[in-house]
């Protein structure tokens, strides 16, 4: 039995939103993943273990990003052979990318657990907290194979056109996540170390039983041992791709960090209300980054089909439902965040603090209804240099110097958080020059060149 679907001919909305809920659903799990760790462990741990958690979590969040935009280029190639119906290449690329991120995970492995604490210095974790920091961040190490071979999975079979095993995967890894998480914390009290240990057991079954299911499907690409070696081309073919992806997601991160900085300067009650309101943004922005992976698999497989103006209504419909929903996420966050804010804190005033920074997101809930479309669309005909290019502007030459310069000026939640928004609208512009410069391409030459 097959899941993965040809996005090359019949109709186009349903068949996009069929695809994007699975993913909308494993990105939400994912989300709730690090909640229910921390859940766990402020319950039946000390605040010791929650600050080695919360710290140590956010290097791991980094690295599975990069993993996870670097595993993109697989996502996008197989999809524009799968378009060509050249299933044979598609399983070379598959091949090379397995024998890629295997050796990624050995050197992920083996830097991250022997410079532990050294990146638990790096992190700035508490003196209290500091052998806990760097136990959890080493025993996370050790399980390095398993965090790729997880998310190179999902890239695969979103590439063919399959986002429900991608979502089987994540919904396995959490079961897995919040039994093993009561097991070795509530019940061993290993805190920090148990929930890390939690985390590499439930991503290691995950993997195992997602490739038991795999073997007894039918799949759309030819794959031998022998595709499963190193091939310079495509692996460079694949980094080509990948790595302005995730050059692109960490930078984004670390211009959030910034800004988290910026707003540490002006007291706690404001650090303590913009930590809850990113907590929230989290879930806001869910459904644009649903978007934008599916885009990514729907565009590349039209683009090898050479399906360009099928493409060209793909982004429309994105767009346009996608949009959708954010004028729901814009209502409830402009006019209802206190009460989102309260599902995190309690103190009134860190609440208040929170609802006003979560109104500047709010109108990025609707700018990212069009720009995350447009990345998903730029990634799936494989122009992710510019992608990285327009998310620096955005990041590092908008984001930060807005924020820092209207700190100085005012220290209005509100009006600092306005430098997201901001940000966006500067790459909205750049996106739409550029998708006009790629469709005058596409006429005057007949192809993307």
Same mark, same amino acid.
Request: proline residues 2%; charged residues 10%; glycine residues 10%.
């Given at each position: 039995m097959t899941k993965e679907k040809n996005f090359t001919k019949g109709p186009i909305l349903l068949p996009l939103i069929q695809f994007a809920l699975p993913i909308l659903a494993a990105l939400f799990l994912q989300t709730m993943y690090g909640a229910v760790d921390l859940l766990v462990v402020g319950q039946f741990a000390d605040a010791v273990d929650v600050s080695a958690v919360a710290t140590g979590s956010m290097l791991m969040h980094s690295v599975t990003v990069v993993i996870t935009g670097l595993s993109m280029g697989i996502t996008i190639l197989v999809g524009q052979y799968i378009g060509q119906g050249k299933p044979e290449k598609a399983g070379k690329i598959i091949g090379s990318g397995i024998y890629l991120f295997l050796l990624m995970a050995i050197i992920l492995t083996v830097v991250v657990a022997v410079f532990s604490s050294g990146l638990a210095g790096l992190l700035q974790a508490p003196e209290e907290a500091f052998e806990r920091t760097s136990m959890y961040i080493r025993i996370c190490a050790l399980g390095s194979l398993f965090i790729v071979a997880y998310n190179v999975l999902g890239s695969i079979f979103r590439g063919i056109g399959d986002s429900t095993m991608p979502?089987?995967?994540?919904m396995i890894a959490c079961v897995f996540n919040v039994v093993g998480d009561l097991f070795f914390v509530a019940v061993l009290h290993l805190g920090a170390s148990g929930t890390a240990i939690a985390t590499v057991l439930a991503q290691a079954l995950s993997v195992l039983l997602s490739l038991c299911i795999i073997?007894?499907?039918?799949?759309?690409?030819?794959?031998?041992?022998?595709?499963?070696?190193?091939?310079?081309?495509?692996?460079?073919?694949?980094?080509?791709?990948?790595?302005?992806?995730?050059?692109?997601?960490?930078l984004v991160s670390i211009s959030f960090l910034v800004i988290m900085g910026i707003v540490n300067g002006l007291g706690v009650i404001a650090s303590a209300g913009v930590g809850v309101a990113e907590k929230l943004c989290g879930f806001i922005m869910l459904a644009p980054s649903a978007y934008m992976q599916s885009l990514s698999a729907f565009i590349a497989q039209n683009v090898g089909a050479e399906k360009y103006e099928r493409a060209d209504k793909t982004l429309l419909y994105g767009v346009s439902t996608s949009l959708i929903v954010g004028v729901i996420m814009f209502y409830a966050a402009f006019f209802h965040g206190d009460i989102l804010s309260g599902l995190f804190a309690k103190d009134a005033e860190i609440i208040a603090a929170s609802a006003e920074y979560l109104k500047a997101y709010a109108i990025d809930t609707l700018l990212t209804s069009f720009l995350f479309c447009f990345? &998903? *669309? !730029?990634?799936?005909?494989?122009?992710?240099?510019?992608?990285?290019?327009?998310?620096i502007i955005g990041g590092i030459c908008v984001r930060i110097p807005a924020a820092f310069l209207i700190s100085r000026v005012d220290d209005s939640l509100f009006h600092i958080g306005l430098?997201?928004?901001?940000?966006?609208?500067?790459?909205?512009?750049?996106?739409? &020059? *550029? !998708?006009?410069?790629?469709?005058?391409?596409r006429k005057t030459r007949g192809v993307l060149v």
């Amino acid at each position: 039995m097959t899941k993965e679907k040809n996005f090359t001919k019949g109709p186009i909305l349903l068949p996009l939103i069929q695809f994007a809920l699975p993913i909308l659903a494993a990105l939400f799990l994912q989300t709730m993943y690090g909640a229910v760790d921390l859940l766990v462990v402020g319950q039946f741990a000390d605040a010791v273990d929650v600050s080695a958690v919360a710290t140590g979590s956010m290097l791991m969040h980094s690295v599975t990003v990069v993993i996870t935009g670097l595993s993109m280029g697989i996502t996008i190639l197989v999809g524009q052979y799968i378009g060509q119906g050249k299933p044979e290449k598609a399983g070379k690329i598959i091949g090379s990318g397995i024998y890629l991120f295997l050796l990624m995970a050995i050197i992920l492995t083996v830097v991250v657990a022997v410079f532990s604490s050294g990146l638990a210095g790096l992190l700035q974790a508490p003196e209290e907290a500091f052998e806990r920091t760097s136990m959890y961040i080493r025993i996370c190490a050790l399980g390095s194979l398993f965090i790729v071979a997880y998310n190179v999975l999902g890239s695969i079979f979103r590439g063919i056109g399959d986002s429900t095993m991608p979502l089987i995967s994540v919904m396995i890894a959490c079961v897995f996540n919040v039994v093993g998480d009561l097991f070795f914390v509530a019940v061993l009290h290993l805190g920090a170390s148990g929930t890390a240990i939690a985390t590499v057991l439930a991503q290691a079954l995950s993997v195992l039983l997602s490739l038991c299911i795999i073997r007894k499907r039918s799949l759309p690409f030819t794959l031998s041992i022998r595709d499963i070696r190193f091939d310079g081309r495509k692996i460079s073919r694949i980094l080509q791709m990948g790595i302005p992806i995730a050059l692109q997601d960490l930078l984004v991160s670390i211009s959030f960090l910034v800004i988290m900085g910026i707003v540490n300067g002006l007291g706690v009650i404001a650090s303590a209300g913009v930590g809850v309101a990113e907590k929230l943004c989290g879930f806001i922005m869910l459904a644009p980054s649903a978007y934008m992976q599916s885009l990514s698999a729907f565009i590349a497989q039209n683009v090898g089909a050479e399906k360009y103006e099928r493409a060209d209504k793909t982004l429309l419909y994105g767009v346009s439902t996608s949009l959708i929903v954010g004028v729901i996420m814009f209502y409830a966050a402009f006019f209802h965040g206190d009460i989102l804010s309260g599902l995190f804190a309690k103190d009134a005033e860190i609440i208040a603090a929170s609802a006003e920074y979560l109104k500047a997101y709010a109108i990025d809930t609707l700018l990212t209804s069009f720009l995350f479309c447009f990345m &998903g *669309y !730029f990634n799936g005909y494989g122009l992710t240099l510019f992608v990285m290019l327009q998310g620096i502007i955005g990041g590092i030459c908008v984001r930060i110097p807005a924020a820092f310069l209207i700190s100085r000026v005012d220290d209005s939640l509100f009006h600092i958080g306005l430098a997201t928004p901001c940000s966006s609208l500067v790459q909205i512009i750049l996106c739409i &020059g *550029y !998708f006009m410069i790629v469709k005058k391409k596409r006429k005057t030459r007949g192809v993307l060149v």
